[in-house]
Nanobody, 123 residues
């Protein structure tokens, strides 16, 4: 049974940094594209960034230059390093796993989802 588990959310002031982690168990991690989505109150869930098994990544324009995604295939873990955080980054961040190539920014291509972790950025 596949399971996605996020950790590392919290509260930070604008300009600060946070690091999220996500593990995928029950599946061959290297075969999965891993992604982060986020959902702010009253808004639709949106794509943030993704990384495939070869560590090729894709970023939403809103986070380019501030967020970095990486993965450790030996630990079945993907990381989201968030720097220069802004209040508009406040959201629940979801980790997701997709077995379908090529990597996509569309949520419907992701089969397994975590429960989400809250990130709050205060001004």
């Amino acid at each position: 049974q596949a399971q996605v588990v996020e950790s590392g959310g919290g509260s930070v002031q604008a300009g600060g940094s946070l690091r999220l982690s996500c593990t995928l168990s029950g599946r061959a991690f290297i075969s999965y594209t891993m992604a982060w989505f986020r959902q702010a109150p009253g808004k639709d869930r949106e794509f943030v960034l993704s990384i495939d098994g070869s560590s090729i990544s894709n970023y939403a324009d809103s986070v380019k230059g501030r967020f970095t995604i990486s993965r450790d295939n030996a630990k079945s873990t993907v990381y989201l390093e968030m720097n220069s955080l802004k209040p508009e980054d406040t959201a629940v961040y979801y980790c997701a796993a997709s077995y379908h190539p090529p990597q996509s920014s569309l949520s419907e291509y992701y089969e397994f989802w975590g429960q989400g972790t809250q990130v709050t950025v205060s001004s």
